[in-house]
């Protein structure tokens, strides 16, 4: 069956070839599926058919795995175009560009690969991170940074700002002054629980904390909080309780009060529980509380404070108390902004310091980390010269192209208009420049990684606004077509998104409609299922005291709900009565790698998701991320380093017993332990049994192990020749691989770093919070359940999306405010607040913003979550004794669809009902015993034992056709050896130094040819390793070798290439000396180390025969010439064209 083929619609084609014009700068507007990394792919193709140097072509993506998925599908397309034929070639081509090839052309297309591969530096394309590492390890001087710079991982900064807490706490809390005082005050705030999670929340505002110092930012602080000077919290306390009524007429006024009815006489004692207290400022609350509710909302409202009785009985009553409401409203407010000034200044006090540490500790080592990488880069670009910087990176860049837009943060978008804003600006009209731009606001789901959607379409404007300023022509591309969804998912999702306010947060241009969809697989058969949601029963509690506390009932919504989904992918994938789905070539079965689970978080329901799953025996790829020390594989690594350390540790020995890597049983412990005298491992050294012995002897083992190894060496030696890898596969599934994996990055990494052993590697990984990002894309064909944010960028054929009923809720707003930013976050000042009731207005208006975004987020998590869909999508929902959130996915879902939805009874549960797209093709499927229909009879040679393959002759290597042509002549007298074995040496080291020198200064070669046969041949005489180094730097410095050594040339390259002989290809394989490209000619070199002779011999004719046919395939616009260069001397010698012509006919002949 042939694969299946759909054109594209000629406006998609036409916006498509629009998006990779190399001419035109573009900012496209990508719907999820729409092919964007396609046209990205092919832009950049076509750049490098317009004859732009790969060098001066930069491609920034958000992720290390995007900017290797590009980069794979470039070099895909540009190594497929060497393999075809001259038609398929031509094919290929004006597809990708309209062009018509002549044969010039052809071949150079032909070459874009290793053009592309060979140049320096080579086609860049990278995340931004990477970018900026590389501007400041070229600028060092210009961005005041250490030279060598190393940059910190995620593990290595937390360790390090984990230390900078741990030593400024400790500091604060021997010394008097500034730091212990704020100590305190934060101590007073907050929780023991808290604190660690709100220092962890301030230092990510760096950016602000950075300035957290000084009467500046005090003074920016009290303005974003609406203070001046004058309001000190003392001084507002002060006028709270003295001023006014005051504190010196409470009891009066409280007696006044007790002469009414009963609730004045409860507003007369509130008053006269606050007269106790005053002067102390605890008496604010208990006065606050007689004017304002617990709400703030102020008492009375539209009625009166006091009652009717009262207001007659003491007329002046009344109009005192609400006199002193009404000032007391504007103080409170004032107070409240005040206290948040102290513990906000207090905080920024403690996180300062903590910077400072962390700062000093970085500097020392020589350390960024990517936020480092950022911030110096801006740096730099506003004190420098945008222009000179891009010149000095590989001699400039002419094209810009972005992935992934609308995720960029607001500072990564001020070094892109540093570096892109210059192609505006520049009048240069005989270089091509432009600007690419490729996003979707409607995708972007980092915020907590510092994207601003909200920046994508403000950027758009700017840029299009710049390049129209310059009359340069800039396009705006939209991408509407998904190449991914079947048109049933597509109108389910337009019509969600279509209804009420579902489109909050897809756009932050009010003005634009809700997204439309086309889907290019018109004809693809879809299915859309939305599920009765699954709620909690009433049941009484558990009688046995045993249960433990967290244990969650079988009755549980989340785990009925997780059979139930694992139930229905069973059956979808049901051995002969299952469903189908379209394959490359037709419909085919359903397999586990098609399914896709999508959850908003990973908590209970995701591990009993998990579960289910492999409970009903599906293939399944486990936690798309793992919390490195709670996997139970690293729990057990652990549990086997406390127990081969410790033989005392009981505990930590029968974890490793009951582990996999010794593999006892229950049944084996309670043999052993119960009744012992002593220590666990005397009974265990003692034991007769087989399983215990053996047992025994691997943790005897382990014990020596531990004693002398390093803690790499230790974990290596377990996991392999003890065969503890294999046995932890076996019974945790192939997902362990990654935890040990990591877990042995860090034993290697603490080896590189610390000198401690096994003791100290163990008392520093368990400080860790250390998760594993594993790459689901290549989960193979298991089921993938994964968080909403992890699965963007990938797909499947059936999508199901159990998790639903949660919504944005305050539980989760931060406690630390960034006010007052205006666009740059370094300016914002740092307000603390620990709850909604402390909230000045400044923050309340923050906090509102917050949610409002947060709110924004979710819609769009839910746009990313639908669009992950090919074929079906299935909606459930599972919630506890309260019905679901209003404003819920699954209420989102429902409440679009439902009307134009056929209501079906559950085939799995009669008593409730599912809502299914209507009027869609069938999802794929086949009668009942179309699948022995569709059986292929297998043809009799299937069956039949191929018969050998004969080995393939190996390549023909030039170098083997000198059969000793390279003979060694002594130096001069006295300074020469005969050995072989030095005549070997001699001549790698001479190769060796022809191939580094010229990298250096003249100046310097001379000593460090020295420095470098002192170090590699220690045992030549100083006279002969000086002859040596002389003779290398002759040969580099004579002026008949000049151009060898100049730009385009390079050292020791490998070369192959395939030559037609009457009987049949031959391969060659070969590595030149040294090879040097210029404009017209290309110049191929062998080093002889031999005397100088005055005719090349046959030998030498035929290696370099070999070398100029294999370089002139490589290069056939270019003359190659064959030069041999005899290192005595610095002589050369280049045979005529003919004789090498002669050469390669006798090597022809002979095949």
Known sequence: MSAIRRPVPELTKKHQWTASDPALSV??????????????????VRLLLARVPPSRILCLTYTKAAAANMAAR???????????????????????????????????????????????????????????ERILHLFPFEANVAAGFTVLDDIERAELLDRARRQTLARALQENGPLSDALELVAREASDASFDGLLGELLRHRGALGKACGSDYENKLRFDLGLSEADALASVEAEIIHAGIGCGGWRALAERLRQGSANDKKLGDQLARAAALAPDPACIEEYELLFFTQKGTPRGGDKSMITQGLCKSDPLLLPLLEEERDRLAGLLEKRKAAKTFERSRALSLIGQAIITEYERAKNLRGLFDFDDLIERTRELLRRSSPSWVLYKLDQQIDHILLDEAQDTSAPQWEILQAIAGEFAESRDGARRRSFFAVGDEKQSIFSFQ??????????????????????LDFRLVPLTMSFRSAPTTLKAVDAIFAAGDNRHGLSFDKEEPAPEHHAWKSDLPGLVEIWDPIGAEKLEPPREWSLPLDRVSEQAPSLRLAGKVAAKIKALMAAGGGEWVEGDRGPRPVEAGDILILVRKRDAFFEAMIRALKEQGIAVAGADRLDLLDHIAVMDLCA??????????????AELLKSPLAGLSDDDLLALAPGRSGPLADALAVATDPRLREAAESCEQWRRDARRLRPFDFFTRALGAGRGRERLIA???PEANDAIDEFLRLALDFESDEPGGLTAFLASVEKLDVSIKRDMEAAGGAVRVMTVHASKGLEAKIVFMPDTCGAPTGRHDPKIFALGQGGEAGDASLAWSPKTDADCAAVARERERLREAARGEYQRLLYVALTRAEERLYVAAYHGEKAPAEGCWYLSIRNALEPSFESLPDPHDGERRILRSPAAPEPLSLPRGA?????????????????????????????????????????????ATKRDADRLLIGRLTHALLQHLPKCAPQKRSGAAQRFLQLRAPGLSGPLREEVARAAIRVIEDSLCAPLFGP??????????????????????????????????????????????????PAQLRQLALYRAAAARLYPEKTVRCVLIFTQDASLLEPPAEALDEALKEILERG
């Open 27 to 44: 900012w496209v507007s990508a719907h999820a599926g729409s092919g964007k990394t396609h046209v990205l792919s092919q832009r950049v």
């Open 74 to 132: 470039v070099f895909k397309i540009l190594a497929e175009w060497t393999l075809l034929d001259d038609a398929a070639l031509d094919r290929a081509v004006a597809e990708a560009s309209g062009e018509r090839l002549d044969p010039s052309r052809r071949a150079f297309a032909r070459r874009l690969f290793a053009r592309t591969v060979e140049t320096p530096g080579g086609l860049k394309i990278q995340t931004i991170h990477a970018f900026c």
């Open 450 to 471: 510092g994207a601003a959607p909200e920046k994508f379409d403000a950027m758009r404007r700017n840029f299009q606004n710049r390049f129209a300023e310059a009359g």
């Open 640 to 653: 086997l380093a406390r127990a081969a350390l410790l033989q005392g540790d009981d505990l930590s020995l």
């Open 731 to 733: 019974r945790l599934g």
């Open 931 to 975: 699948a022995e229909e569709r059986r292929i009879e297998i043809p009799a040679f299937a069956r039949t034992p191929a018969p050998p393959e004969g080995s393939p002759m190996p390549p023909l290597r030039p170098s083997s056709a000198l059969a000793g042509a390279d003979v060694f002549t002594p130096y001069a007298a006295g300074a």
């Open 1048 to 1097: 385009g040339s390079a050292a020791e390259v490998d070369i192959v290439a395939r030559l037609e002989t009457p009987r049949g290809a031959l391969d060659i394989a070969g590595r030149i000396d040294r090879l040097a490209v210029t404009e017209s000619e290309v110049f191929v070199a062998d080093f002889k180390t031999g005397r100088p002779r005055e005719a090349t011999s």
